[in-house]
């Protein structure tokens, strides 16, 4: 049984950083992709960062240049690292996996969940 936990979340200023963390387990594969997404309040599920073990990575364009999507060597946490955070951040963030996506930034791409961690940026 594949299981994802997110930790990290918490409350900052604008302007602050926070980082994210998700550990794995028993994911099987040895390539993979992991990413990042955020719901806010009446919005939907979007991806935001997103991670191949091979190396790749993707980044939405509201994120690019201020997060920086990671996984640690043995494969069993991956990060994210925010910088400059905004209001607009603002959101649950969940961590998920997948063996093949066709969009690394689709959620429908990954069936593998954690149960998410809350991140509030206040101005």
């Known amino acids: 049984q594949v299981r994802l936990v997110e930790s990290g979340g918490g409350s900052v200023q604008a302007g602050g950083s926070l980082r994210l963390s998700c550990t794995v387990s028993?994911?099987?594969?040895?390539?993979?992709?992991m990413g990042w997404f955020r719901q806010a309040p009446g919005k939907e599920r979007e991806g935001i960062a997103t991670?191949?073990?091979?190396?790749?990575?993707y980044y939405a364009a509201s994120v690019e240049g201020r997060f920086t999507i990671s996984l640690d060597s043995a494969k069993t946490t991956l990060y994210l690292r925010m910088n400059s955070l905004k209001p607009e951040d603002t959101a649950m963030y969940y961590c998920?996996?997948?063996?093949?996506?066709?969009?690394?930034?689709?959620?429908?791409?990954?069936?593998?969940w954690g149960q998410g961690t809350q991140v509030t940026v206040s101005s």
């Open positions: 998920a996996a997948a063996r093949t996506v066709v969009d690394p930034m689709n959620r429908a791409d990954f069936g593998y």
């Open positions: 028993d994911y099987t594969y040895s390539n993979y992709y």
């Open positions: 991670i191949y073990t091979g190396g790749s990575t």
